[in-house]
């Protein structure tokens, strides 16, 4: 059940080691880079790294990304090869 401010409760004290979303949420009122905002102003999660995927290709929409307070913004399509070396470098730090 989500609460109202549309995220999912934490059953349980276990976080995510990365957060992996789409800038385009089109279930969701808000976008990729409103929740990079919210994860970056919650202490309870602003360690965790966030990797945004976009089917925005130009740089100045992957800055949006980097402003929000994303560690990576990959555009699509991506190698999921190079999404998992990523991820495991940011997990890693």
Same mark, same amino acid.
């Given at each position: ?16 080691? +990365? ?37 925005? +290709? ?9 402003? +929000? ?25």
């Amino acid at each position: 059940e989500q609460n109202k401010k549309g995220k999912e409760p934490i059953q349980d004290n276990r976080l995510p080691d +990365a957060i992996v979303s789409d800038v385009r949420m089109p279930t969701s009122s808000k976008n990729g880079y409103q929740l990079v905002d919210e994860i970056r102003a919650d202490p309870q999660f602003d360690h965790i790294p966030v990797v945004l995927l976009t089917a925005k +290709a130009m740089t100045q929409d992957r800055i949006q990304g980097y402003k +929000a307070g994303a560690d990576a913004v990959l555009p699509k399509p991506f190698d999921a090869e190079e999404l998992l070396s990523m991820l495991d470098n940011l997990i890693a730090r």
